[in-house]
């Protein structure tokens, strides 16, 4: 099977712009998971979604916002964009059931955003 | 809640020795538990899991890590360490019942000749 892909690996945008990220999972991953990681915080989650529907969310502010389509591709998005944005953004995809079990998660090579 | 404690940040270590990496969790349902590796400028790969059954669980590539449930501890271990195993180790938690997967701080093993 074909590994968790993302698209753009690097991207540089400026303050106050917006950016938006791509996550295609493995085939029959119904569960994608977004994270940040950086120097100073380490990974943080931000939010996981299982069939289209939000289902976990972390503690980020509302301008990270995400979305996933009917064939388990998964996107996020930032708007307005500040200099602390600039991070490893991390897509991992998991098969998971219905129930909201999490098991293993298998990780994309991350978007590597700078923002200045 | 779901806690994940690594109480290492950075462990250094000589080729050919052995290592620990230490893990903690506190959660009131079942857990599951998994370790992490992350080599520089890659996304994390899955080390090795325990999900149930034997309490000893093992990698490929030599690593091995106990679930202890009465220290709530999940600590990772290899006998003999080589270069390449250089990078950052995660711990993670994951439960039932619709909880997220929850990530230790990292420990970064520095491998030295």
């Known amino acids: 099977k074909a590994g968790v892909t993302q698209t753009p690996r690097y991207l540089i945008k400026t303050r106050g712009q917006q950016v938006t990220l791509s996550c295609s999972p493995i085939s029959g991953h119904r569960s994608v998971s977004w994270y940040q990681q950086t120097p100073g915080q380490g990974l943080q989650f931000l939010f996981e979604y299982f069939s289209e529907t939000q289902r976990n969310k972390g503690n980020f502010p509302g301008r990270f916002s995400g979305r996933q389509f009917s064939n388990s591709r998964s996107e996020m998005n930032v708007s307005t964009l500040e200099l602390g944005d600039s991070a490893l953004y991390l897509c991992?995809?998991?098969?998971?059931?219905?129930?909201?079990?999490?098991?293993?998660?298998?990780f994309g090579p991350g978007t590597r955003l700078t923002v200045t | 809640a779901q806690s994940v404690t690594q109480l290492d940040s950075q462990v250094p270590v000589f080729e050919e020795a052995p290592v620990e990496l230490r893990c903690n969790y506190s959660?009131?349902?079942?857990?599951?538990l998994f370790w992490y590796v992350q080599y520089p400028n890659q996304g994390l790969q899955l080390l090795l899991k325990?999900?149930?059954?034997?309490?000893l669980v093992e990698s490929i590539n030599g690593f091995e890590a106990e679930f202890n449930k009465s220290q709530t501890s999940f600590h990772l271990r290899k006998p003999s360490v080589h270069i390449s195993d250089t990078a950052e180790y995660f711990c993670?938690?994951?439960?039932?019942?619709?909880?997220?997967?929850?990530f230790g701080a990292g420990t970064r093993l520095f491998v030295k000749a």
């Open positions: 325990y999900l149930s059954g034997s309490t």
């Open positions: 959660s009131s349902v079942s857990v599951y």
């Open positions: 991992a995809s998991s098969w998971a059931p219905r129930t909201g079990t999490s098991y293993e998660q298998y």
């Open positions: 993670a938690v994951s439960g039932s019942g619709g909880f997220k997967t929850i």
